[in-house]
């Protein structure tokens, strides 16, 4: 099984993931295409995307607080 780590950054709109090979890279959750996303395995993606859902489904002044709350997570594919 390959690891993948999921860290948010310090803004709602961008977390960081470190591949299997040690090479962090940035996701975003813009509309616009984002190559580092469209090369995440399915379950990998998944994760971000429910960590950006969460991070957005609460009130602006909460985010920042979340964010900064939140700790690295593995996601094994």
């Known amino acids: 099984m390959n690891k ?6 310090s803004i709602a709109s961008v977390q960081y ?4 090979h040690g090479h962090t890279f940035s996701v975003t959750d813009s509309k616009e295409p ?3 996303k469209d090369n ?9 995307n429910r960590q950006f859902g969460i991070v957005f ?3 602006y002044d ?14 094994f594919v």
């Open 4 to 9: 993948y780590i999921v860290k948010h950054s």
């Open 17 to 20: 993931v470190t591949d299997p």
């Open 34 to 36: 984002d190559p580092n």
């Open 40 to 48: 995440l395995p399915l379950p990998v993606l998944a994760a971000v």
């Open 57 to 59: 489904s609460l009130p």
């Open 62 to 75: 909460q985010r920042q607080n979340f964010i900064d709350s939140s700790i690295p997570f593995e996601v």
